[in-house]
């Protein structure tokens, strides 16, 4: 079992940063890839970032060159480093952590979700 916690949100000026924090509590060695999702009101949970077990990213064209998704050495921290906010990126950051689970020889994955975290960008 593995349980996400967000934390870094708030109010923000456009042009502004904002860092995001997951803990996920749990063993590291389960944790295949982890990644931010947001959701704004009206609009469908979206992927904003993600990061697999050996280091490799990928980001939603609307944040490249903007936002850097990061992950401690003991791999059981996920950041989200926020640059340049526009008001478009309003919404609750959710945390997800992709985990393997083993018993009796099997193997499967499953999705773990943080509570998430209000981001808000405005003047």
């Known amino acids: 079992q593995v349980q996400p916690v967000e934390s870094g949100g708030g109010l923000v000026q456009p042009g502004g940063s904002l860092r995001l924090s997951c803990a996920a509590s749990?063993?590291?060695?389960?944790?295949?890839?982890m990644g931010w999702y947001r959701q704004a009101p009206g609009h469908q949970r979206e992927l904003v970032a993600t990061?697999?077990?050996?280091?490799?990213?990928n980001y939603a064209d609307s944040v490249k060159g903007r936002f850097t998704i990061s992950r401690s050495s003991a791999k059981t921290t996920l950041y989200l480093q926020m640059n340049n906010l526009k008001p478009e990126g309003s919404a609750v950051y959710y945390c997800?952590?992709?985990?393997?689970?083993?018993?009796?020889?099997?193997?499967?994955?499953?999705?773990?979700w943080g509570q998430g975290t209000q981001v808000t960008v405005s003047s």
């Open positions: 997800n952590a992709d985990v393997r689970h083993e018993s009796g020889g099997t193997t499967w994955f499953v999705n773990y």
């Open positions: 990061i697999n077990s050996g280091g490799s990213t």
């Open positions: 749990g063993s590291s060695s389960s944790i295949n890839a």
